[in-house]
């Protein structure tokens, strides 16, 4: 069992920033990649960025790529995302999430995550 919890999320200015947080509990040893995911109001739930175990590999939304940055604690396995320059679009419900991929599968766009957290609300006005 695994469990995820976020942090960090706020209203902010647009070309404001912001971090994120997603703390890790449980049996997160078999959880090699975690990930980011947001979901805006009337919009599928999409990914934003994952990382593979200890920074070894990343992935990002293109909407993102730039100006949003995942890293990881390899201490206590705590993942965080960086957002600068934020813009009114994204505007959501951030989620972390967990599943036991290899580096392949963590590097690829995909949503069949086996752990998630409760969400941390992030605004963005203009």
């Known amino acids: 069992q695994v469990q995820l919890a976020e942090s960090g999320g706020a209203s902010v200015q647009a070309g404001g920033s912001l971090r994120l947080s997603c703390a890790p509990s449980g049996s997160i040893y078999s959880r090699k990649c975690m990930a980011w995911f947001r979901q805006a109001p009337g919009k599928e739930r999409e990914e934003v960025a994952s990382i593979y175990h200890n920074f070894v590999g990343t992935y990002y939304l293109d909407a993102v790529k730039g100006r949003f940055t995942i890293s990881q604690d390899s201490a206590n396995k705590t993942i965080y995302l960086l957002m600068n320059n934020l813009k009114p679009e994204d505007t959501a419900m951030y989620f972390c999430?967990?599943?036991?991929?290899?580096?392949?599968?963590?590097?690829?766009?995909?949503?069949?995550?086996?752990?998630w957290g409760q969400g941390t609300q992030v605004t963005v006005s203009s």
């Open positions: 999430a967990a599943a036991p991929f290899s580096y392949s599968l963590c590097l690829e766009r995909r949503n069949d995550y086996s752990d």
